[in-house]
Each structure stands twice: as C-alpha cells, then as structure tokens.
C-alpha cells in the first residue's frame, strides 16, 4: 500500500482546510508511516485532524530542506508526536537569506526554530549525509548531483557557513524521499531548488531500472524562463513518468502547461485531497 495526503501546500479547494505557502505530505506505507515536510506554522497539524490522520501514529519524519516553510512545524510535531525521528541533513540548520540584489539580506528563510528548541530536539534528529533507509520501502537521500544544463540554482538564495561566510545557497542539504512500490518508484520532492530533473535522475540511480511511477512536490518554476519548463516537460516524457502531482512552489503557469502537454498524467490537487497511489 501507497497512499498520501496532501496537509500543507500553498492551495486549498476544500472546505474546512487551510493553506500557507509550504508542504506537508502525510505518507502510508505498508510498513509505516512517513510525515515529509512540515510547512511553516502549524496549519499542518490542523488539516491533519480535519482529514482525520493521526500525527502521533508518524514514524518517521522526513525534511526535504533546511527552509521556514518546510521546517516551521517541526516544533509543533514534536508536541503531538514524541518518538518519530527526524531525517535531516547537518547543513539544513545553516542561516539561510534570501538576497534579491546579492548584498542585502531581504529576509531570513532558514530554519525558523529557536537554539533552545533545537537543543531539546538534537536527540531526535538523524543526520543524512548519505542514503538512508528508513523502512522497508522508502529511502531518503541527500546529495543531489547536478547535471542537466537547464537547470540552474537560483540566484538569490544565499547561505552563511560554519565559518561565517555568506555565499550562493548550492542546497547541499536537500534530499528527496524515494519509495519503491510494486509498480516502480515514487519520488517526494519538497522544492526540487537542485532541480526537478536532476532529481529524477538520481532516483533512477538509486533505483536503476525502475519506472518513474510517481512524481509529487515543489518543483522551483515559478518565475523561470519558459523554455526551461518547456524542457521539464519534454524530460518527463523522456522519463517515461507515469504520475506527475506538481504542488507548493512549482507555480501556477508550469503547472498548466504540464496539464496542457501530459493530460492524464498530470493531476492538479491541493490541501485535503488523498491519493492512493497501490492498495
């Protein structure tokens, strides 16, 4: 069994439901439960009860990157659920800005979490610098190799280091979480900032052989040129993706024409929604 639902993402068309800009997917396997992402407040927990999940049953919590709207639910997570450990990477805790010239600090975008609640949390937190398995079915893995020549990090996210340098932001901490079902791979992306295709790519390396069943998460597209969703698209066939659920970040234009080009293999949903994806 392969089944989500959709708690946190930047729309809601359900009545009842809450939506923020960020993502939470609540994930069932067959041998447990994952929680990928948190959003940024604590709208998650509520859609949660609203869907009639329950976050105590979590067995593990996985955080795609070290952003506010991915990690700021984090603290309310450990308040409903005591034991899930928590799968980040060490660098996802570096002081992040988003910095529209390339000098001024705009705002701060990185973990939002206080040192104190960082401290209580040390002990739930594993560390990915490298794959990980976290039950029999799903994977988390950091990383992401760059390679394909239309993909570029943006230019206006910046990182200070552990030795106080600030620099162009490459997300070496971000990971994806891969599943492998019976009917090929299912790949959970939370802003794919390395790039989408990129993703894939190293999913498929992880998982040589395997069909590309499902996409689903942030894809980064929502202000870049149009050839670049153009070839997204064409990379998708190329792949031979079966499902693609484009959500949070990926921006309303790449998500039309995803629409536009895949059909049924693109599915527009939202806060609320489940999809069973194996039974």
Not at 54 to 76: C, E
Not at 208 to 227: R, T
Request: with cysteine; hydrophobic share 40%; net charge neutral.
């Amino acid at each position: 069994m392969i089944k989500f639902h959709i708690l946190c993402d930047n729309y809601s068309k359900r009545r009842g439901f809450l939506a923020e800009h960020g993502l939470s997917v609540w994930i069932e396997t067959d041998d447990g439960n994952i929680l990928f992402d948190t959003g940024q407040t604590d709208v998650f927990s509520w859609n949660a009860e609203t869907s009639g999940v329950d976050l105590s049953k979590v067995n593990a919590l996985v955080i795609s990157h070290g952003h506010y709207d991915h990690t700021g639910g984090v603290p309310y997570f450990c308040r409903l659920n005591t034991l899930a450990p928590i799968y980040m990477h060490p660098k996802a805790f570096n002081e992040r800005f988003y910095m529209s010239d390339g000098k001024t600090q705009n705002r701060s975008i990185g973990v939002p979490w206080s040192r104190d609640v960082w401290k209580k949390l040390s002990g739930r937190i594993n560390s990915t610098v490298k794959t990980k398995q976290i039950n029999s079915v799903a994977v988390v893995s950091p990383m992401i190799p760059r390679g394909v020549a239309f993909e570029d990090v943006p230019h206006y996210f910046f990182v200070r280091n552990e030795n106080d340098e600030i620099s162009r932001d490459l997300f070496i901490d971000e990971q994806i979480l891969v599943l492998k079902g019976n009917k090929g791979i299912y790949i959970f992306v939370g802003c794919s900032h390395v790039g989408v295709v990129n993703c894939l790519r190293y999913a498929q390396k992880l998982f040589p052989g395997e069909k590309i069943a499902g996409l689903i998460g942030g894809m980064h597209m929502e202000s870049v040129p149009d050839i670049r969703i153009e070839l997204t698209i064409q990379s998708f066939l190329n792949y031979r993706v079966e499902t693609i659920i484009p959500l949070h970040c990926t921006g309303m234009i790449a998500i039309c024409e995803m629409k536009r080009f895949l059909k049924e293999r693109c599915h527009i949903f939202s806060v609320g929604d489940e999809i069973v994806f194996e039974r």
